[in-house]
């Protein structure tokens, strides 16, 4: 892809003519300073990918997390029902002796 302009590849129209007039100069120009910013993007694209697969990680990581505590919370509940059913199975039988 690259063109005889220095190794550049071809670079798209953005739309923006001040940009579109300065692209070509610069890569006419084999100006250093175009390709260190050209890898710069790269370098933010990729980094911007990475980030964003990561949030996506991060997010579902956080809805399991929260599915997984809503459960915990209702099996809580459901104990602690238990334990108090049994706590007064536990009275009731005491209070019921000590009248015998």
Do not use: C, W, Y
């Given at each position: 892809m690259a063109s005889g302009n220095g190794g550049f590849p071809e670079i798209p129209p953005t739309g923006n003519p001040a940009v579109d007039a300065a692209?070509?100069?610069?890569q006419m120009r084999n100006?250093?300073?175009?390709?260190?910013i050209e890898d710069a993007m790269v370098v933010q694209a990729h980094l911007g990918k990475k980030m964003s697969e990561m949030l996506k990680?991060?997010?579902?990581?956080?809805a399991s997390h929260d599915e997984s505590l809503e459960?915990?919370?209702?099996?809580?509940?459901?104990?602690?029902?238990?334990?108090?059913a049994l706590i007064?199975?536990?009275?009731?039988?005491?209070?019921?002796?000590?009248?015998?």
């Amino acid at each position: 892809m690259a063109s005889g302009n220095g190794g550049f590849p071809e670079i798209p129209p953005t739309g923006n003519p001040a940009v579109d007039a300065a692209l070509p100069r610069l890569q006419m120009r084999n100006d250093t300073r175009f390709r260190d910013i050209e890898d710069a993007m790269v370098v933010q694209a990729h980094l911007g990918k990475k980030m964003s697969e990561m949030l996506k990680q991060h997010a579902e990581f956080l809805a399991s997390h929260d599915e997984s505590l809503e459960r915990h919370k209702l099996r809580m509940e459901e104990f602690d029902d238990k334990l108090t059913a049994l706590i007064d199975i536990i009275i009731r039988r005491e209070s019921g002796s000590a009248h015998d």
